[in-house]
Nanobody
Framework: QVQLVESGGGSVQAGGSLRLSCAASGRTLSTYAVAWFRQAPGKEREFVAAMWWSGGSTTYTDSVKGRFTISGDNAKTTVFLQMNSLKPEDTAVYYC?????????????????WGQGTQVTVSS
């Protein structure tokens, strides 16, 4: 069982930065794909970024490439999402998710473990 807890959300002006954290309890994430999704009001949950420690792979949705960076700590228990040059359209609840495996899914339904979410609000 993996429990995920997000933190680091908040309110910023456009152009600002935030760093989200996703801390896992119960085990390390070394053999898991870990992703960030977001969901804005009235919209479907969408993929943002993901990483896989074992393969050293990362992937991003096009709208955040060059602005967001996903990374993990050396203990392989916490995943970060550094968000720079934030835009109002980045406003959403951000969720951390994890699934055991050797690939990085982009579909929410393929992830088994989810955090409770953290609100990110970007004002213009």
């Amino acid at each position: 069982q993996v429990q995920l807890v997000e933190s680091g959300g908040g309110s910023v002006q456009a152009g600002g930065s935030l760093r989200l954290s996703c801390a896992a309890s119960g085990r390390t994430l070394s053999t898991y794909a870990v992703a960030w999704f977001r969901q804005a009001p009235g919209k479907e949950r969408e993929f943002v970024a993901a990483m896989w420690w074992s393969g050293g792979s990362t992937t991003y949705t096009d709208s955040v490439k060059g602005r967001f960076t996903i990374s993990g700590d050396n203990a392989k228990t916490t995943v970060f999402l550094q968000m720079n040059s934030l835009k109002p359209e980045d406003t959403a609840v951000y969720y951390c998710a994890a699934v055991f495996g050797l690939r990085i899914p982009r579909v929410p339904g393929e992830y088994k473990y989810w955090g409770q979410g953290t609100q990110v609000t970007v004002s213009s």
